[in-house]
C-alpha cells in the first residue's frame, strides 16, 4: 500500500478537530453552535438532522436512545451510526454537486476518530460515561471537573492525542511508512496513550 499523500493527512487532522465536538451536539450550549467555516456546516445540520436520524436508526434497531447530554450521542455505538449517516449524507452531497473524490473519505474517517477521542476523554471527568451503552452499563470515570476553569488536563489530553495522531501521520508519509504498517502503529499508540490517561486522570488534579 503507498504512502498517505500529503492531502489525506491534512483532510483526516481536519477531521480529527471538527469530529472532537460533534458528541457535544446533544448540548445546546456546545462550541460547534458558536463556530464559523467547515464548522458551521455541522452546526446547522447535526442537530436538526444528523441526530434525529441517528435516534431513528436506534428505534429501527430496537435499541433506547437518549438525546439528553452525555446520551446515545456520548457512546461508541452512538458515534458509529452518526458517523455512518454523516458518510452517506457529505458523500451523496458532493456526488450530486459534482464534487465527490474518494479522497474525501480521509476528512470522514477523521471525523469518527475525533469523536471518538472525545468519548474517552469524557470518560476521565468525575461525572464519567457509560461509553458501550446500550451494550454494556459500565462506567468510566476519572477525577477531571470540567466545570472546575483552573482544569487544565482535558485540554492537555486533547493535544497529546491529536499531536501523537498528527506525529504518526506526518511520520508515516515521510519515511515512506506502508499504510497497513502505519494503521497498526497508529492503533497501538493510541490505545497505549489513552490507558495511560485514563490511568492518570484518576489519580486527582
Given at each position: 500500500m503507498?504512502?498517505?499523500?500529503?492531502?489525506?493527512v491534512?483532510?483526516?487532522?481536519?477531521g480529527i478537530?471538527?469530529?472532537s465536538?460533534l458528541p457535544?451536539t446533544?448540548?445546546t450550549d456546545?462550541?460547534l453552535h458558536?463556530?464559523?467555516g467547515?464548522?458551521?456546516?455541522?452546526?446547522l445540520?447535526?442537530?436538526p438532522?444528523?441526530?434525529p436520524?441517528t435516534?431513528?436508526?436506534y428505534?429501527?434497531?430496537?435499541k433506547?436512545f437518549?438525546p439528553?447530554h452525555?446520551?446515545?450521542?456520548?457512546?461508541?455505538p452512538?458515534?458509529i451510526v452518526y458517523s455512518?449517516i454523516?458518510?452517506?449524507?457529505?458523500?451523496s452531497a458532493l456526488?450530486l454537486?459534482?464534487?465527490y473524490?474518494p479522497?474525501?473519505?480521509?476528512?470522514l474517517?477523521g471525523?469518527f476518530?475525533?469523536?471518538?477521542?472525545?468519548i474517552?476523554?469524557?470518560c476521565c471527568t468525575?461525572s464519567g460515561?457509560?461509553?458501550?451503552?446500550?451494550?454494556?452499563s459500565?462506567?468510566?470515570a476519572?477525577?477531571?471537573?470540567?466545570?472546575?476553569?483552573k482544569?487544565?488536563r482535558?485540554g492537555l489530553?486533547?493535544?497529546?492525542l491529536?499531536?501523537?495522531?498528527?506525529?504518526v501521520?506526518v511520520?508515516g508519509?515521510?519515511?515512506?511508512?506502508?499504510?497497513?504498517v502505519?494503521?497498526?502503529?497508529s492503533a497501538?499508540?493510541?490505545l497505549?496513550l489513552?490507558?495511560?490517561?485514563?490511568?492518570?486522570?484518576?489519580w486527582?488534579?
Open positions: 503507498a504512502p498517505l499523500p500529503s492531502i489525506a491534512a483532510l483526516f487532522l481536519g478537530i471538527i469530529g465536538l457535544d446533544d448540548a456546545s462550541k458558536y463556530m464559523d467547515v464548522a458551521r456546516i455541522f452546526s445540520i447535526m442537530r438532522v444528523i441526530m436520524l435516534g431513528l436508526f428505534r429501527v434497531a430496537g433506547r437518549n439528553a452525555r446520551g446515545s450521542m456520548h457512546t461508541v452512538g458515534v455512518v454523516l458518510a452517506g449524507v457529505i458523500g456526488y454537486s459534482g464534487y473524490d479522497i474525501i473519505a480521509f476528512f474517517i471525523l476518530t475525533g469523536g471518538i477521542f472525545h474517552l476523554e469524557d468525575r460515561l457509560m461509553p458501550l451503552k446500550p451494550y454494556s459500565r462506567k468510566f476519572g477525577s477531571i471537573n470540567t466545570g472546575d476553569r482544569e487544565k482535558p489530553y486533547a493535544k497529546g491529536f499531536g501523537a495522531s498528527a506525529a501521520l511520520g508519509h515521510h519515511y515512506q511508512i506502508d499504510g497497513v502505519l494503521i497498526a502503529l497501538g499508540l493510541f497505549s489513552w490507558l495511560l490517561i485514563f490511568r492518570v486522570s484518576r486527582g488534579p
